[in-house]
Structures are given as structure tokens and as C-alpha cells.
């Protein structure tokens, strides 16, 4: 049948006599025709039918029209059939790409639909980035053009390629301001959070995810996953007053103490030392990039721990030597002086070393202890009216939350 479609098709393409219409109504007949196939006579006739339209003898408006509708019935194929002719059709058309970049475009966006489903995801992204958003003669909507840089940021990410997700990611911020669709303004905060745990900027992301766990228009189950990421970026993000905030805002968020990480995020905020078991066994709760080897030889996970458990020892001694600080925080005291020197050089930790005597000395910083109880009393009165709030007018309080946090980010 394949060899039939192909002499029908040449025959057409000779045909001089007949009207525009009555040769596309032909071409579309036998188009149907192609479509209606086994897979095996299906493959050869669909090329052939590729062929004949970037054939010079058929006008460029019917060969736009019928490869128009060629792409609408690609889906009717299976994934390995559908690949395999689309392929074909975007090597057939490139030579000829500028005059078909609709048709090129809904081919690309079959292709990295299948891809994606195979879990080929930086294939599915190389079918997208091909599509000329910006640069082609076709006119794209704002929104298709978010989406686009959306989907190609995420698939970026799945192939773990933040670099490559963040280029992308950058496009759509100049765009997702403008776009009315509450759905997409959500996907970009999403992949905008993920972007920045993938490039380890951990407070960061936190502060992203934490906003996105109070926006009402995600279910609640995606709204604790958000939260849960939250916690674990501020775990792992480097010790400091800003990570302390961090902390402090999620340990007064209830919700939080739903979480498996809530014991860490306790710990954390009290400044208690965390032991390695317990660092072990928060450790299984994160992502492979989370787990990654830093320049000196350890993970991400086990230098916050370092990092906290020094800040932690701080605050227990005015001074102490590296041998002794190493034992108590379980690591060389090699590495003990390391970190302490780099957060005093980065003044997130105040004090000095002398390193004659291997010891390092800890600055209090002044206290204001009566302050400190009367803000602390004003804060719950605040959570009390809130809470009373809440109970009345949920709604209205998730509204609120949300307009906060996007005014402060």
C-alpha cells in the first residue's frame, strides 16, 4: 500500500490541469489514507507523503496546509511510530524551516511530549529550545512563551542541569509578571525554587518554598511538600542570622510539626548539638543533589551540621581548644579550626583564634534580656489574635499570608 501512496502521490505532483482545491482535497485523501495503516505500511507512506510536500511542484500554502494537518493526526500514532516519522519530517523540512515554522514548532512539541514520557529529558528540552519563540517570523503569545521557557527549565532540572534550567528560568521572570494566569505565575515560582535548591542557594529556596506552602490555590498535600522543602533547605543552609530567621519562622509555623525533619528543625533552633546519628538518619529524607561532596570531602548536610554545632558551642563556652571542639562536634579538630575561622572571616560567628595554642575564644554579643522577654510576649500576643483569627476566617487569613510573602520577596 505504501508503493501505491507513493505513485498516487508522484502522479499528483505532475498534475497540472487540476484546480488548488480539488489537488488538496486529493493530497488530503491520500493523507487519510496514510493515517489509516499498520505501523509497518503506516511509517514508509507518512515519509513519502513528508517527500512529496517539500517537493517544488507543490505550492508552499498547500504543502503549509496539509502538513498542518498532518501534524493534528500525529497523536493518533503510537510513541516509537510517531517518533520515527517526526523525526524524518523536521530533517525533511529544515532546509526549508523558516517557511514552515508552525508546522516545525507542533512537531518539536509531539517529539519532546514522547521523550519526556521515555524520562529523556534533556531530549525533550532540545526539542522545545529549538522552537523559535523569540526569533521566528510567528507571533507568540506571552503565555505560550512562559510556558515554553517553563517546561524547558523543569526538564532541565529533571536531567539535573540547574545551569542550564536557571538560563531559561531567567527568560521567564521577564515574563511572569505580565501573564494573568494564576497557574503559570505558580509553575514559575515552583521551577524558580527548584532552580536555586539545585544551585545550592539553600535560604534562598527556603524562602521561596515557604511561600509557595501558603498559596491557596495549591492542594494541600502539594502545599505540605513545599513546606517540608522548606525545612530542609533552611537545615542545609549555611549557619548565620539570616538562617536563624529562617529557622525561627518555620519552628513557630505549626504545620511544621507535622514533619518528619521537625526534630532536626527543633535542635536547630534551640541550638542544641546535633549528633551524627541523628544527622544520619535526616539524611534519607534528602534529594541526590542535597547529598553532594563539597571541595573539602564532605556533603552539604554534614557542613550545616559542622557549622550549627560550632554556633551551638559558642554559646556553651567563652573558649575551648580545637582537640577538645573536634571531639564534641565529632570531627578532626583540623577541620574544626577550618570552619571556625571561615565563619568568623564571613562574620557569621564572632570571635578570634589563636592558633599558637589551638584555641578558639567566642564574643557574646550584648543582650537587652528585658527587650528581648517584652517582644517575645508581644509576638504571642500577636500569634493569639491570629490564631482566634483563623478559626473564624481561614479564607481571609490565606489571602492575607499570600499577599504578605510576594510583597516580600
Request: net charge negative; proline share 2%; aromatic share 8%.
Amino acid at each position: 500500500m505504501a508503493v501505491n501512496v507513493k505513485a498516487d502521490l508522484t502522479v499528483l505532483g505532475q498534475a497540472a490541469s487540476c484546480s488548488h482545491k480539488d489537488l488538496t482535497e486529493r493530497y488530503q485523501q491520500i493523507l487519510e489514507r496514510c493515517f489509516a495503516m499498520e505501523d509497518q505500511e503506516r511509517i514508509p507512506a507518512l515519509k513519502a507523503f513528508v517527500d512529496a510536500m517539500m517537493n517544488e511542484n507543490v505550492s508552499q500554502m498547500r504543502s503549509r496546509q496539509l502538513l498542518t494537518s498532518f501534524c493534528g493526526q500525529l497523536t493518533q500514532m503510537g510513541n516509537a511510530a510517531c517518533k520515527e516519522v517526526s523525526l524524518f519530517a523536521l530533517e525533511r523540512i529544515q532546509p526549508r524551516v523558516i517557511s514552515f515554522e508552525e508546522q516545525v514548532s507542533q512537531i518539536r512539541q509531539h517529539l519532546a511530549s514522547i521523550f519526556e514520557e521515555e524520562e529523556n529529558w534533556r531530549d525533550a528540552a532540545l526539542m522545545l529550545v529549538g522552537i523559535p519563540v523569540e526569533s521566528g517570523q510567528k507571533q507568540y503569545s506571552l503565555d505560550y512563551k512562559l510556558k515554553t521557557y517553563l517546561t524547558i527549565a523543569r526538564l532541565y532540572l529533571e536531567d539535573e542541569d540547574p545551569v542550564q534550567a536557571e538560563m531559561y528560568i531567567n527568560r521567564a521572570s521577564l515574563l511572569q509578571n505580565e501573564t494573568a494566569d494564576e497557574q503559570l505565575q505558580i509553575h514559575y515560582k515552583v521551577c524558580y525554587a527548584r532552580v536555586l535548591d539545585y544551585r545550592r542557594k539553600f535560604l534562598e529556596a527556603a524562602q521561596r518554598y515557604n511561600e509557595l506552602s501558603y498559596k491557596s490555590a495549591i492542594h494541600e498535600t502539594e502545599q505540605t511538600k513545599a513546606l517540608e522543602k522548606a525545612l530542609n533547605c533552611a537545615i542545609l543552609a549555611p549557619a548565620g542570622q539570616q538562617r536563624s530567621r529562617m529557622l525561627a519562622t518555620l519552628f513557630k509555623d505549626e504545620r511544621c510539626q507535622l514533619l518528619p525533619s521537625f526534630g532536626i528543625l527543633e535542635k536547630m533552633f534551640l541550638d542544641r548539638i546535633i549528633k551524627s546519628d541523628e544527622m544520619e538518619e535526616f539524611a534519607r529524607q534528602l534529594m541526590p543533589h542535597q547529598k553532594a561532596i563539597t571541595a573539602d570531602g564532605s556533603n552539604i548536610l554534614h557542613r550545616a551540621v559542622t557549622e550549627h554545632n560550632l554556633l551551638s558551642a559558642s554559646k556553651l563556652y567563652n573558649n575551648i581548644r580545637f582537640t577538645e571542639l573536634g571531639a564534641l562536634l565529632e570531627i578532626p579538630h583540623q577541620m574544626a579550626e577550618k570552619v571556625a575561622s571561615q565563619m568568623i572571616c564571613e562574620s557569621r560567628m564572632k570571635g578570634h583564634i589563636d592558633q599558637i595554642d589551638g584555641i578558639v575564644f567566642f564574643e557574646r554579643r550584648e543582650t537587652l534580656p528585658t527587650w528581648d522577654v517584652q517582644i517575645q510576649s508581644l509576638c504571642l500576643e500577636v500569634n493569639s489574635i491570629v490564631d482566634k483569627i483563623s478559626a473564624v476566617h481561614q479564607d481571609w487569613v490565606n489571602h492575607k499570608m499570600e499577599l504578605l510573602m510576594s510583597n516580600t520577596n
